[in-house]
C-alpha cells in the first residue's frame, strides 16, 4: 500500500489533504498533533510520506520532522507552510525535510509533489546493483547509501539523490535546473531555491570545511559542481 500520513490540527485543510490523497490512490493516516503523528508513524514503520503542518498545538511541525528524522532518513517529509511563513521554508528543510507546499495549494500541485516524493522514496525503481568510488566517497545504489572513508553518512532521499546525480557526473558544472529537473523531476512545480537549500544542507554532511567546500563547488550565476 502507498501509505502517507497527513498531520494537520485544522479539520477543513486535513480532510481537503486526505480526500484528494485518496483520490490519488493513497492509503491516508491522519495525526491532528505531533505527538498523535509520531504515535501514528510508530504503528504504521511502512509510511513512506508523511505531510507535516508547522503551525500546530503541542510540538510544532519542524519539531516533529526533527524527531522522526532522528530515526528514520527514509520517510519523505513535506512541510505544510503559510505564505506568510517565507522563513519557515528555509529552516523546515534545514531540519530534514524535502519538499515544502504553501497554502493555499491546489490538490493537483499536491499530489505531484506526494508521487514524485513517493518515488524517490525508494517505490518503483528496481535498484541496480553497483557502487559509485570516488574517492574519499562510496555511493551503493542498490542500498542507497553513501560512505565517506568508509564511514555511513545518513542522508535523506533527496540528498542521496543529488550525490547520486553528482557523481554521475564528475566534474560537469550542472545548472539549478537541471538538478532539479533531475532529482525532483520534471513535473515538479517548486522553486529553484531548493536545490540550494539541500545542496547547502548536504555540503554540512560531506564537506570537511562548509566555508570551503571542495567536493560540491559552486559555479556562479549558474548552479553546482562535484569535482575536485
Ligand atoms: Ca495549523
Do not use: H
Amino acid at each position: 500500500m502507498k501509505k502517507v500520513l497527513v498531520l494537520e490540527d485544522e479539520s477543513s485543510i486535513r480532510s481537503f489533504i486526505v480526500i484528494n490523497l485518496r483520490r490519488a490512490g493513497y492509503d491516508v493516516i491522519e495525526a491532528e498533533t505531533g505527538e498523535d503523528a509520531l504515535e501514528r508513524l510508530k504503528e504504521n514503520p511502512d509510511t513512506r510520506v508523511a505531510l507535516l503542518d508547522i503551525m500546530l498545538p503541542g510540538i510544532d511541525g519542524f519539531e516533529v520532522c526533527r524527531r522522526i528524522r532522528v530515526t528514520n532518513s527514509k520517510i519523505g517529509i513535506i512541510m505544510l507552510s503559510a505564505r506568510s511563513q517565507e522563513m519557515d521554508k528555509v529552516t523546515g528543510l534545514m531540519t530534514g525535510a524535502d519538499d515544502y507546499v504553501t497554502k493555499p495549494f491546489s490538490p493537483a500541485e499536491l499530489t505531484a509533489r506526494v508521487d514524485a516524493l513517493f518515488r524517490r522514496a525508494g517505490g518503483e525503481s528496481a535498484p541496480e546493483s553497483n557502487v559509485i568510488r570516488q574517492d574519499p566517497f562510496l555511493l551503493n545504489t542498490r542500498n542507497r547509501t553513501l560512505e565517506k572513508n568508509g564511514q555511513r553518512i545518513k542522508l535523506t532521499q533527496v540528498e542521496y539523490s543529488i550525490m547520486k546525480t553528482f557523481m554521475e557526473n564528475p566534474g560537469k558544472a550542472l545548472s539549478r535546473e537541471e538538478i532539479l529537473d533531475m532529482v525532483w523531476g520534471r513535473d515538479y512545480f517548486g522553486e529553484l531555491k531548493i536545490v540550494d537549500v539541500n545542496i547547502r544542507r548536504l555540503r554540512l554532511k560531506i564537506e570537511d570545511n562548509v566555508q570551503n567546500p571542495v567536493y560540491i563547488t559552486t559555479v556562479w550565476g549558474y548552479g553546482y559542481k562535484w569535482g575536485f
